[in-house]
């Protein structure tokens, strides 16, 4: 049956691989993909249920989407995902507006049931599903596993989507020379903890390895690496990264904390000492090299002197990119049942001081790279001025460097330019055209 489809992608890139192997299977039912959701006969909110706030957002995405099944063709609500795998039986008794529940797994029997609410029946597939890409054409995300063994006491998601699958290294390398054969020249690896990636399959960490064979993949240009986990990212890894071209400088590895203590009764794998040596050890390997990570503030039973501790290890180990969250107690975790819960204004006070202190890292970094020539894809074009990403600029979590065009020079989303960076702010730099 040909029907439009809509989708509505929220939280994270690990979700929105979700929403494109859903709408995969989608198109092989013979559905079309819209953008405009009062054209879509089914409309799909692909939600997050990671903190309070995203919660919040998508059932604000779940209450707007539904306004067109008055004002629009949309003949089927569906809500999928993160919120709806954990809270199924709470929406089903409280969301009418949803038309149909499903949970995080099985994309295919999504389609299915959306054939049979639609129809009746279940048809047969058109044509074999294929992910449909969200982001631009030149750029796509790579999941090499779901699911988590971590068990850290303030997260739900091993309780949304159960312990870490790894998938096999040569699935994962089919994967991505199908995208680089569809003009993707830059692949973002994620995973909920990258950098476990096949310890589940072959008994130790193979990301390096992995790294090594995308890296092989001609049509690529970038590969990036984001959500890796401290105890795992070791020297081998960060070698890795520094000796490909192909592989970015780049790497995400948040800590949430350095208090030993604060470690321990979030459960966090590993230890402050090896979150020093390996922050040390990056810096040492490349000068160039970029940090990013995030930390939690506010976790209970968190101390003032805990938390100047954290302030003084970021001032002593700067990292290029944080990002920092007050700790939210979330249903069926450990730490929602600790003492010690701290008060929103005290855990916002908080916040507050680290990201002010960082502000000011972060500008310092950006100062540092005035006069130098680097490499950016063009990520978009507005007026006479093209936002590109270099190495050091990941998709959708950091900045972008504003490069003014001079007359006749005109890039395309997708090109790969050389530019002299001219100026620099807190978070986005300017540029201006380079020779190679």
């Known amino acids: 049956m040909n029907y439009r489809v809509g989708m509505v992608s929220l939280g994270c890139s690990k979700n929105r691989v979700d929403s494109e192997e859903i709408l995969g299977e989608l198109v092989s039912f013979g559905a079309t993909p819209v953008s405009d ?63 149909l529940l499903w949970g995080v797994k099985d994309h295919h029997g999504l389609a299915e049931a959306i054939e049979q609410r639609l129809t009746g029946e279940i048809s047969a597939p058109v044509c074999g599903a294929k992910r449909v890409l969200t982001t631009p054409p030149y750029r796509a995300y790579l999941r090499i596993a779901d699911g988590c063994d971590n068990r850290c006491t303030y997260c739900a998601i091993p309780l949304i989507r159960g312990g870490r699958v790894s998938y096999p290294m040569e699935q994962l390398i089919a994967e991505a020379r199908e995208l680089a054969e569809g003009g993707v020249t830059e692949l973002t690896v994620i995973a909920q903890d990258t950098s476990a990636y096949g310890v589940d399959l072959y008994g130790e960490p193979k990301l390096a390895e992995l ?20 105890n795992t990212v070791d020297e081998k890894l960060i070698d890795t990264i520094r000796d490909d071209p192909k592989l970015c400088n780049y790497i995400d590895m948040p800590i949430q904390h350095i208090n030993a203590e604060l470690l321990t009764a979030m459960n966090r794998h590993g230890s402050a000492e090896h979150i020093r040596y390996i922050t040390d050890y990056v810096r040492r ?19 003032e002197e805990q938390f100047s501790e954290l302030m003084e290890f970021f001032d002593s180990h700067p990292y290029d990119r944080l990002g920092a969250f007050t700790y939210s107690p979330e249903d069926g975790t450990p730490a929602a049942k600790m003492d010690g819960q701290i008060p929103e204004k005290t855990k916002q006070r908080r916040l507050d001081r680290l990201m002010r202190a960082q502000m000011g890292a972060s500008l310092a970094a950006n100062k540092r790279r005035i006069g130098t020539v680097c490499e950016v894809l063009v990520d978009g074009i507005e007026g006479g001025t093209a ?37 620099a702010g807190v978070y986005d730099l300017e540029a201006e055209i380079a020779e190679a």
Not at 390 to 401: K, L, M, N
Request: aromatic content about 10%; proline content about 5%; glycine content about 6%.
């Open 211 to 230: 790294l090594k064979e995308l890296a092989k993949i001609e049509k690529l240009h970038w590969v990036r690496l984001l959500y890796t986990y401290p």
């Open 387 to 423: 936002y590109c990403r270099s190495y050091a600029e990941a998709a959708e979590v950091d900045g972008f460097i504003k490069v003014r065009l001079p007359e006749g020079c005109a890039p395309a989303c997708g090109d790969y330019i050389f530019v002299r960076i001219t100026g």
């Open 37 to 99: 959701p009062a054209l879509a006969e089914v409309i799909i909110v692909n939600t997050c249920g990671f903190i309070e706030s995203a919660k919040t957002d998508s059932l604000d995405a779940v209450f707007e989407m539904a306004k067109y099944k008055d004002e629009g063709d949309c003949r089927l609500l569906v809500v999928c995902g993160c919120l709806s795998e954990r809270y199924y039986d709470e929406l089903q008794a409280e969301l009418p507006e949803a038309d």
């Open 285 to 303: 390997s490349s000068p160039d090299f970029i940090l990013r990570t995030t930390a939690i503030v506010g976790f209970p039973g968190e101390t």
